[in-house]
């Protein structure tokens, strides 16, 4: 039971950045989208990779490596497209 309820943990919490990034690529404004809390998002989802790969945890490094790409497209798309603005 322990492992399907991280599962649909993991599944929700790494969707949740999908959202964002859609809205920032399509739309290219990020001025509503703090750069502080993009930052400490992506460090802290490497962090979490790193437990995951030390403890040898499939679901967690799966899951962060996965939000570890989607919050790292939302600090990119921050980063070129604050300029525009």
């Known amino acids: 039971m322990a492992q399907y309820i991280g599962l649909f943990a993991a599944v929700l919490t790494t969707s949740s950045l999908l959202p964002q990034m859609i809205k920032l690529y399509k ?5 509503d989208v703090s750069l502080v809390w993009t930052i400490l998002l992506t460090v802290g989802i490497l962090f979490w990779l790193i437990y995951g790969i030390m403890i040898k945890d499939i679901p967690i490094i799966f899951a ?22």
């Open 27 to 31: 739309t290219k404004r990020v001025r």
């Open 64 to 85: 962060n490596f996965v939000s570890l790409l989607l919050s790292g497209a939302v600090l990119i798309g921050k980063l070129i497209y604050k300029k525009y603005e």
